[in-house]
């Protein structure tokens, strides 16, 4: 543990805590998963699937004009403490564990294609974009709209207007707006298939 980090808690209460994350590590090491199971099931046809594409083709020029590269995302939000981004957090894991597994699966498989399709400029393909659109609004789909709620409303609690306008202020706000409303449409299509 590096002496600086050290200095900021009780130095012994860290080198106890790092040993344990060694170890942690060590048991981690030895209990790997040499298989990833099969390739998850991937719905086709749906009504979302379609809602995706129009998503995806409305919204892709937008895609293309936010500065991917930024150091905005990582930014703290403005006004927000650690507490109150974690209980943000903590609704949209436990939104997180009740969504269907295979889908669930399914989605990350979605995302980790698109990571390799990004170019320089951080934007996915147009396709491997509209894969990821469908797969998430599947999994949001296969939970609750109760659970989708407490998420939307814990994270628009923290949010103050700032936020979007600034985002906004980033991009062609035509096109901005082009991609709000086809998410709105692909949202309706969304919340009627949720169970």
């Known amino acids: 543990v590096p002496e600086y980090m050290k200095s900021l808690v009780n130095g012994a209460d860290a080198e106890k805590a790092y040993a344990g994350f060694l170890e942690f590590k060590d048991v981690v090491k030895k209990n790997q998963v040499t298989s990833t199971g099969p390739a998850a099931i991937v719905p086709s046809g749906d009504k979302i699937a379609a809602a995706a594409k129009?998503?995806?083709?409305?919204?892709?020029p937008f895609l293309k004009e936010v500065d991917w590269l930024s150091d905005i995302y990582i930014k703290p939000l403005p006004g927000v403490t650690p507490q109150q981004a974690l209980k943000a957090v903590d609704k949209t894991l436990v939104m997180g564990a009740a969504?269907?597994?295979?889908?669930?699966?399914?989605?990350?498989?979605?995302?980790?294609k698109a990571i390799g399709s990004i170019d320089?400029?951080?934007?996915?393909?147009?396709?491997?974009?509209?894969?990821?659109?469908?797969?998430?609004?599947?999994?949001?789909?296969?939970?609750?709209?109760?659970?989708?709620?407490?998420?939307?409303?814990?994270?628009?609690?923290?949010?103050?207007?700032?936020?979007?306008?600034?985002?906004?202020?980033?991009?062609?706000?035509?096109?901005?707006?082009?991609?709000?409303?086809?998410?709105?449409?692909f949202k309706d299509v969304v919340r009627a298939s949720q169970r």
Not at 54 to 60: E, G, M, V
Not at 155 to 176: E, F, Y
């Open 120 to 185: 320089g400029k951080g934007v996915t393909s147009a396709a491997d974009y509209e894969a990821v659109n469908a797969a998430i609004g599947r999994i949001v789909a296969s939970v609750p709209t109760s659970k989708t709620m407490d998420v939307y409303n814990a994270w628009a609690g923290l949010l103050s207007g700032a936020v979007p306008n600034k985002m906004i202020s980033m991009v062609n706000p035509l096109d901005a707006n082009a991609a709000a409303k086809a998410f709105y449409e």
């Open 54 to 60: 129009k998503l995806s083709d409305a919204s892709y």
């Open 99 to 112: 969504m269907d597994g295979n889908l669930l699966k399914a989605a990350a498989e979605a995302h980790h």
